[in-house]
């Protein structure tokens, strides 16, 4: 596909991080192919349901099953599915020519911004790891980039050093789960120099909206995009009363996908859409489908939310 990128200022980039940022689900069909009809219909769920921030190629997306190929048709797809009613942030990563090149597909589609993947080489170096994210940011400029960040070891004062000299680093996907590193790594890096998205979803957003962030991830959007919307009006509102009264209604939900080791966090959000009728249940491995004795649940949980 070919696509002319919009430019867009990094304030409404800004913007639209400070949302619920929705990580759609890839739907595959009977023969383990990506389903794009199901997926389109998915996108516009999403769309018709009030999400305004996408990433297609997330790890709710499965990014690590996708072929290159697959992840290229997700972007595209996800562009012209959104067209001028959602900012896209696409996610890219691997090694750098790969994510360099994704970023750069992306850019060309029509994307607004990347979402940079944690690295999974084995041996990660604070410096290396902003070697990473500057190369990739710097073969982009015109492309909002957020860094997506699970490990612990990364301080705030390199997030610092790679928004010096990367303006285009708009914002951070933050998804080390402890609320006091967050507030911490936030301040060293610069409160106000990012976007601080909660990258560990609803579970987190309230305590980490508390010490800063104005966004969150979402794979539970998937399934409804009302509870998603109602948690953070109420925390752009600092209502926490009425922003715990959601958290509690998605807890089990959350805590099936945080269940060791995260193993079915994708795989229960397949489950409630696949008992709504919206899409199938598979997952690609590693993930598993889910086991018949917590399907029931599942599905009743889903049946009692709000569409």
């Known amino acids: 596909m070919s696509g002319q990128h919009v430019s867009i200022e990094f304030d409404t980039l800004r913007t639209a991080l400070a949302d619920v940022v929705a990580i759609p689900v890839t739907p595959f069909a009977e023969d383990g192919s990506v389903d794009t009809v199901t997926h389109r219909a998915l996108l516009r769920r999403l769309l018709d349901g009030g999400v305004r921030t996408l990433t297609p190629n997330g790890n709710t997306g499965e990014f690590y099953a996708l072929t290159p190929e697959e992840r290229r048709s997700l972007t595209e797809i996800t562009v012209e599915e959104a067209g001028d009613r959602a900012a896209i942030l696409v996610g890219v990563g691997h090694d750098v020519p790969t994510a360099v090149e994704a970023a750069r597909h992306a850019r060309a589609t029509g994307a607004h911004m990347v979402m ?51 303006p285009n680093v708009v914002g951070v996907k933050y998804a080390v789960p402890d609320a006091a590193r967050f507030a911490g790594f936030a301040r060293d890096a610069g409160l106000d120099r990012f976007v601080w998205v909660a990258g560990l979803a609803e579970p987190y957003a309230p305590a980490y909206f508390a010490s800063g962030a104005t966004g969150f991830t979402s794979g539970l959007v998937n399934v409804s995009p009302a509870l998603s919307l109602e948690m953070l009006g109420a925390l752009r509102a600092g209502d926490y009363p009425s922003a715990m009264k959601v958290w509690e209604r998605i807890r089990r939900f959350e805590e099936l996908r945080a ?49």
């Open 116 to 166: 940079v993947h944690q690295p999974v080489h084995p041996y990660v170096s604070e410096s290396g790891w902003v070697d990473y994210h500057r190369a990739i940011a710097e073969a982009v400029p015109e492309l909002g980039v957020v860094p997506y960040i699970r490990n612990p070891l990364i301080g705030g004062g390199r997030l610092a050093e790679l928004g010096a000299v990367c």
């Open 259 to 307: 269940a060791n080791g995260s193993a079915d966090n994708v795989t229960v959000v397949k489950e409630a859409l696949a008992s709504l009728g919206l899409c199938r249940r598979e997952v690609r491995p590693p993930s598993r489908e889910l086991p018949e004795a917590e399907r029931a649940e599942v599905a009743t949980i889903a049946a009692g939310w709000p569409i």
